[in-house]
């Protein structure tokens, strides 16, 4: 029996063929106009169903107090805040994202609350490419793939606080770093998930309390489990390397 083969853009190819049953026949997600056109709508009815606060108004309704370290952060840059700032130290260790931000809108002229909500912004988006592409990888059928993608997008939970409070950006980094990690571990690109370590260091200290898990997979699961114990080991070391020194 023939088969043809879509490609996945470097995803594992997605066999299609007369032996397909109906229920499976057009129904994977694969990289698309429809697929693509949907998270397209999500997105937009996410930013167009937000209730847009001001700086002030958003962290006063969250109580967001940790904005007054990243705020004093990014206000300093491309210096660095004063001894005398009294950030708080764990708010302190997150300073990557807030530094960034405020080395751009010092030199783009723009005010950092502006550079702070394009960030959150452009971060969802790579958030919601990132699933989606863990999807396609996993093969799962389209219509329960954009079932999830909708559950992530539209949780009131999940973007809606940053975009009411966008200097809890490093929030957002976390996540993008751990969607990254999840998506090299899964394919066994030790590239791609030292750099999502890093991001995701760069966003929380939280990473941490991932590597138990990344050892379990690097040592036990595929594809990682096919490679020698050495390379293994030295795998799960500069990953960890990594979350240290962030």
Same mark, same amino acid.
């Given at each position: 029996?023939? &088969? ?9 190819? $997605? ?8 229920? @499976? ?15 397209? $709508?999500?997105?937009?009815? #996410? ?11 958003? =962290? ?16 300093? *840059? +491309? ?11 764990? &708010? ?5 994202? +807030? ?9 783009? &002229?723009?005010?950092? @609350?502006?550079? /702070?909500?394009? *960030? ?11 699933? !989606? ?25 999940? !973007? ?17 770093? %751990? ?6 571990? %899964? ?6 998930? $030292?750099?999502? *370590? ?8 939280? =990473?941490? /309390?991932? #590597? +138990?898990? $990344? ?23 500069? =990953?960890?390397?990594?979350?240290? *020194?962030?």
């Amino acid at each position: 029996m023939a &088969h043809s083969v879509i490609e996945t853009s470097g995803d594992r190819p $997605v066999e299609v063929g007369s032996s397909i049953t109906e229920s @499976q026949n057009g129904s994977r997600l694969v990289p698309g106009l429809r697929p693509a056109a949907l998270l397209a $709508v999500f997105f937009l009815v #996410l930013c167009g169903t937000n209730r847009w606060l001001s700086f002030e108004e958003g =962290i006063s309704l969250e109580n967001a107090t940790d904005t007054k370290s990243y705020m004093a952060i990014a206000a300093a *840059a +491309p210096s660095f805040p004063p001894a005398g700032a009294q950030l708080v130290a764990y &708010h302190a260790q997150r300073f990557a994202s +807030p530094y960034l931000v405020g080395t751009v809108a010092f030199y783009s &002229h723009l005010s950092a @609350q502006q550079v /702070f909500r394009a *960030a959150v912004i452009a971060v969802i988006a790579l958030i919601i490419w990132v699933a !989606f592409r863990i999807l396609c990888y996993l093969r799962v059928p389209e219509r329960y793939g954009i079932l999830c993608l909708s559950l992530l997008i539209l949780n009131p939970y999940m !973007f809606r606080v940053y975009l009411a409070v966008p200097s809890l950006l490093d929030d957002l980094v976390f996540v993008l770093g %751990l969607s990254l990690l999840v998506y090299g571990l %899964l394919q066994g690109k030790l590239g791609m998930a $030292v750099i999502a *370590a890093l991001i995701a260091g760069l966003g929380k200290q939280t =990473i941490l /309390f991932v #590597l +138990p898990v $990344v050892a379990f997979w690097v040592f036990f699961a595929s594809p990682w489990s096919g490679l020698s114990l050495t390379r293994r080991t030295g795998s799960f070391v500069l =990953i960890a390397m990594v979350c240290g *020194a962030c």
